[in-house]
């Protein structure tokens, strides 16, 4: 089973960019679709963005962060990529990234804290 672990998070400027990374750690990953998620304080966790498994080409956004966000992944350096772009503070919360197990997630990293400052 795959096991993931976040990185890149920080504090950021409204209207600045962060670019998050999930690491996989088994050689399995490219099966995978990889999903990112976040939690913001005292609210419930939230779809950000997911990378089907294969070549990645294949993409969907929550409408919140649509033509802002990229997700992407290298199967080789088994990771996944969450490029946040035009940051604002209502997208400050802790951001996760899991691997599809239907009808589920699973793989769930510990997050990584991503903070925007108005």
């Known amino acids: 089973q795959v096991q993931l672990v976040e990185s890149g998070g920080g504090l950021v400027q409204a209207g600045g960019s962060l670019r998050l990374t999930c690491a996989a750690t088994?050689?399995?990953?490219?099966?995978?679709?990889i999903g990112w998620f976040r939690q913001a304080p005292g609210k419930e966790r939230e779809f950000v963005a997911m990378?089907?498994?294969?070549?990645?080409?294949?993409?969907e956004y929550a409408e919140s962060v649509k033509g802002r966000f990229i997700i992407s992944r290298d199967n080789e350096k088994r990771m996944a990529y969450l490029q946040m772009n035009s940051l604002k503070p209502d997208d400050t919360a802790v951001y996760s990234c899991?691997?599809?197990?239907?009808?589920?997630?699973?793989?769930w990293g510990p997050g990584t804290p991503v903070t925007v400052s108005s």
């Open positions: 899991a691997a599809q197990s239907r009808p589920s997630w699973t793989g």
């Open positions: 990378v089907w498994g294969g070549s990645g080409t294949s993409t």
């Open positions: 088994r050689r399995i990953f490219s099966v995978y679709t």
